[in-house]
Structure formats: structure tokens, C-alpha cells
């Protein structure tokens, strides 16, 4: 991991750490949960919001009433808007989506679940995706919640990551297997 990295993870980590502490505080980590899902989609669906929140363009206080305002009209709860209003005052924004996926590990561990990030050629049905979460479930012994994501580069099959245990059954990787076994051969 490169300095700056570590620096921003750092960073994430405590805004991350305050902000959960906060919401378990007030009972509030399902409303904190729903947030992440939202700030998440609005930082994938805006590329304005992505540049507001990385660009140093951005003074201080635009940056402060830009995120304010986004926050007020999303409904975020009021520690989630006061956190990034700080954040934004100290031109922290740019470690928001490091600080998203830090809450939602802090909140996974909190209802003893696990996230399995799961990449397939195509889209996974709702009963494919429950059927693996059982699976799962029952190798990992903790609730999965699936992070599911789509590579036609994979050709068909899955890769599951799993904490810090990957499955890669996709044909991509089989396929490659068999190429560099032939240029053994060969």
C-alpha cells in the first residue's frame, strides 16, 4: 500500500470509527446502513458529486454548502451530515468512499455478517444469489451479504471473495491455467 494510501485509509478509518460509534450510540445503524446505500449510489450515478468531492478546485466553503445541501436533500441522518460538513471543512471529502466501505464492514461485524464480493459473466438471479449466500453461510458460518458484480471478460463461472479467501471457478482463469500448462509442454 503507497503512503498516501494508508494516509487516506487512515483518515477513513476514524471518520468511519466516530460516525458508527455515534449511530450504535443512538440506535441508529440500520438508518447509517440505508444512508451508505444511498451515498453510494449517488457518488456511482453523479460524476459531479464524485468531482465535488475530489477536486481541490472546490474552495472550503463550497465544497461545506455543496455536501450540506446533497446531505439535507438526501435525508442522510443528522450525524452523517454533521460528519461530512466536517469533513468538508477540513478538505477531507476525497476519503468519503473509503470511509463508505470502512462503516459498512464496521456495521457487518456488528450483525455478524460477512460481505462476499462476487463476480460473474452475467447478471446472478435473485435465487442464485440467495442460493449462494446459503452456501456460503454454511462454509463461512457467519450471514453473507452478496456484493455482486458483472465481468463478461469471465466468459461464465464465478470469482468469490470471501474476507481474504478467493474461489475462482470462472472459464477465464481455467482457460489460462490450461494455456500455461501447454507452454510447459510445448
Avoid: C, W
Avoid at 86 to 94: G, P
Avoid at 97 to 114: C, F, H, S, T, W
Amino acid at each position: 500500500m503507497s503512503e498516501s494510501a494508508s494516509v487516506s485509509s487512515g483518515i477513513a478509518d476514524r471518520y468511519a470509527t466516530a460516525v458508527f460509534d455515534l449511530a450504535k450510540e443512538g440506535k441508529e445503524l440500520d438508518k447509517l446502513e440505508a444512508n451508505l446505500d444511498d451515498l453510494s449510489a449517488a457518488l456511482a450515478s453523479s460524476p459531479e458529486l464524485t468531482d465535488l468531492i475530489h477536486s481541490p478546485v472546490y474552495s472550503r466553503e463550497e465544497q461545506s454548502a455543496a455536501i450540506s445541501a446533497v446531505a439535507a436533500k438526501m435525508g442522510l441522518t443528522q450525524t452523517m451530515q454533521n460528519v461530512l460538513a466536517l469533513m468538508a471543512s477540513k478538505r477531507r471529502l476525497f476519503v468519503v468512499p473509503q470511509m463508505i466501505n470502512r462503516l459498512r464492514d464496521l456495521i457487518a461485524d456488528e450483525k455478524g455478517e460477512v460481505t462476499a464480493d462476487v463476480v460473474s459473466a452475467v447478471k446472478l438471479s435473485a435465487a442464485q444469489s440467495k442460493e449462494l449466500a446459503k452456501t456460503l453461510k454454511a462454509k463461512v458460518g457467519k450471514d453473507v451479504k452478496i456484493n455482486a458484480t458483472v465481468d463478461e471478460s469471465l466468459i461464465g463461472g464465478l470469482v468469490v471473495k470471501v474476507g481474504s479467501k478467493m474461489i475462482d471457478t470462472s472459464i477465464r482463469s481455467k482457460l489460462n491455467s490450461l494455456q500455461n500448462a501447454m507452454k510447459e509442454v510445448g
